[in-house]
């Protein structure tokens, strides 16, 4: 059965961070595209980052470049996120999902929900004084 699940989030003030992780079971990481994406409520859901299967290239979205960093621990079949510099308007339900894609690479189109077919349950960030 192939199943992710997040955890790691939280409530942390502006400027606070956190790192969310994503263990997988059923299947390997460093063989899928892994991405994030978030949620906040009344928006659709958006991708903010994507690391490919096996070399590991990285896209980031703009509002997150520099404050977020996608990374993979292969002994752990986990992919974290790290988000630092976190603001008010990161607050989202985030989720980490992975899709079947053969490229080994990630770029803006990389981080569209439709072309992801395992989806985790979320996880909750809320970021405020």
């Known amino acids: 059965q192939v199943q992710l699940v997040e955890s790691g989030g939280g409530l942390v003030q502006p400027g606070g961070s956190l790192r969310l992780s994503c263990a997988a079971s059923?299947?390997?990481?460093?063989?899928?595209?892994i991405g994030w994406f978030r949620q906040a409520p009344g928006k659709e859901r958006e991708g903010i980052t994507c690391?490919?299967?096996?070399?590991?290239?990285?896209y980031y979205k703009d509002s997150v470049k520099g404050r977020f960093t996608i990374s993979r621990d292969n002994a752990k079949n986990t992919v974290y996120l790290q988000m630092d510099s976190l603001k008010p308007e990161n607050t989202a339900v985030y989720y980490c999902?992975?899709?079947?894609?053969?490229?080994?690479?990630?770029?803006?189109?990389?981080?569209?929900?439709?072309?992801?077919?395992?989806w985790g349950q979320g996880t909750q960030v809320t970021v405020s004084s």
């Open positions: 999902a992975a899709s079947g894609s053969l490229r080994r690479s990630c770029n803006y189109y990389s981080v569209a929900p439709r072309l992801y077919d395992y």
């Open positions: 059923g299947l390997t990481l460093d063989e899928l595209r």
């Open positions: 690391i490919s299967r096996s070399i590991g290239s990285t």
